[in-house]
C-alpha cells in the first residue's frame, strides 16, 4: 500500500510514518459504560498508549448520520448538509443515504494521495450518507445488506458478522479503515441504556472488537487506533413522543421527528414550540429549516407509527461520545496525551487523520489535535 513520505513540517509527533490508522465507531456507546467491569478488552487497548478513554462533544442532532458525516468531512452539519437521519428536500422528507454528504471527504483525500481506503459498517445506509462508495472498498456492497447476513433486532448485521470483514479489511492492509459497529445503539434503544440487557450488550461488542487488536498485531508498531462513538444514550422517562407531524402541520408548518431531535420547515420561525411540554429550543439550520430538541427524556415520533423504545437520542443531553487512542505508532501516545489533555469535538477527528496519514482535507473547520 501506498505510504508517505514523511510527517508534516511543525508537528507535535517525531516517527516519520504513519502506515495506516484505524477508525471504529462503536454507535451509541455510552461514555459511562465502557469501564475495566464492563468492557475489559477496550480499557486495556486504551491502556497501550498510555491513557484512559477519554470522551468528546458531538455535533446537533446527536445522532448517527449527521455525526459520521462529521467524522469524515470534520465539518458541521450545515456545512455538509446531513442535516438530519430524515430531513427535507423540496419540501419532502429525504432520506440521508439518498442525499449522500456534501464536500471533500477522508476517501476523496486518500484517492488524491495515493493512499488506500476501506469502509465496513453495521449500519448499511452509511454507505450513502458518508459517500463510502469513493473508498477502494466498502461494505455492505452497494450498501445493501448481503443475503444470509445475520440481523439485529433493529435489521442492522449483527456485530458477529460484520466484525469479521472489519478484520478482513484490516489485513488486506489498506492505510485508512473506517468502520461502524451498530450492536451498541441497538441494544441502548431496544432495553434502554442502562438495562442489564444493554450493559450484556456492551460486553458482547467489547470482546468482538478485542479480535480487532489480534488482526493488527504484525502492523501494530505502524498503526493508530481511534475508536469513538457518535452519541450516547438516555433513558426515556416519557414513553408517549411528541407528534412533530401533527404539532407542525396544525400551525401550516411540515414536521420531520427524529428522536430526540425534529425537523420543521415553514416559511414561519416555529416559536409555537416554546408551549410544547416537553420541547426545550430549536435553531435555523437552512432556508426555512428549524432544528428543535427535547428535554431530557422526552422524543419525538409520529403518532400511531413510532416503534417501541425505551433509549434515545438526539438532543443535548445524549452529545457524548467515546474518544479512545491506541496504537503502536508514536504518534497514538502523543494523540492519546491531546484527548485527555483537552476538549475534543467530532470536528476535530477528520483532520487529525488527515493530518496523521498528511491528507488533505481542506474544508475541514475542525482542528488536527496533534497540529502545533
Not at 7 to 34: C, E, I, K, M
Not at 314 to 324: M, Y
Request: charge should be negative.
Amino acid at each position: 500500500m501506498p505510504r508517505p513520505a514523511q510527517n508534516a513540517p511543525g508537528s507535535a509527533w517525531h516517527p516519520v510514518v504513519v502506515t495506516r490508522v484505524l477508525f471504529v465507531v462503536l454507535d451509541g456507546q455510552p461514555t459511562r459504560h465502557l469501564s475495566p467491569e464492563i468492557t475489559p478488552h477496550l480499557w486495556a487497548l486504551a491502556g497501550e498508549a498510555g491513557q484512559r478513554p477519554g470522551r468528546a462533544t458531538g455535533v446537533m442532532p446527536a445522532a448517527t448520520y449527521p455525526n459520521h458525516a462529521t467524522f469524515v468531512t470534520g465539518r458541521p452539519p450545515v456545512d455538509h448538509g446531513i442535516l438530519a437521519n430524515w430531513f427535507f428536500v423540496d419540501g419532502r422528507a429525504t432520506t440521508a443515504e439518498s442525499v449522500g454528504v456534501d464536500g471533500h471527504t477522508l476517501f476523496d483525500a486518500c484517492l488524491d494521495a495515493g493512499r488506500s481506503s476501506a469502509l465496513v459498517v453495521g449500519d448499511q445506509h452509511l454507505v450513502g450518507v458518508v459517500a463510502g462508495d469513493r473508498a477502494d472498498s466498502h461494505w455492505p456492497p452497494d450498501g445493501r445488506v448481503p443475503h444470509g447476513s445475520a440481523r439485529d433486532a433493529k435489521g442492522y448485521i449483527a456485530d458477529e458478522d460484520l466484525v469479521p470483514r472489519v478484520a478482513e479489511a484490516i489485513a488486506a492492509g489498506y492505510d485508512f479503515v473506517f468502520a461502524q459497529v451498530n450492536g451498541p445503539d441497538t441494544v441502548g434503544h431496544v432495553f434502554g441504556p442502562d438495562a442489564p440487557e444493554a450493559i450484556d450488550g456492551y460486553r458482547a461488542t467489547d470482546a468482538l472488537v478485542a479480535g480487532l487488536r489480534e488482526t493488527m498485531a504484525e502492523s501494530w508498531s505502524d498503526t493508530v487506533a481511534i475508536v469513538v462513538s457518535d452519541h450516547t444514550m438516555e433513558t426515556l422517562t416519557h414513553p408517549a413522543p411528541l407528534d412533530a407531524f401533527t404539532l407542525a402541520s396544525e400551525r401550516g408548518m411540515l414536521g420531520l421527528p427524529d428522536g430526540g431531535s425534529a425537523l420543521f420547515q415553514g416559511d414561519h420561525e416555529p416559536a409555537w414550540l416554546g408551549e410544547v411540554e416537553g420541547c426545550a429550543g430549536w435553531e435555523p439550520v437552512a432556508p426555512d429549516t428549524w432544528s428543535a430538541w427535547t428535554e431530557p427524556g422526552w422524543w419525538f415520533a409520529i403518532a400511531g407509527l413510532e416503534a417501541e423504545y425505551r433509549g434515545m437520542h438526539g438532543n443535548p443531553t445524549t452529545l457524548e461520545q467515546v474518544a479512545l487512542v491506541s496504537g503502536g505508532h508514536p504518534a497514538a501516545r502523543a494523540l492519546a496525551e491531546q484527548v485527555a489533555a483537552g476538549s475534543v469535538s467530532a470536528l476535530d477527528w477528520g483532520p487529525t487523520v488527515a493530518g496523521l496519514l498528511e491528507l488533505s482535507l481542506p474544508d475541514a473547520v475542525g482542528r488536527d489535535l496533534l497540529a502545533s
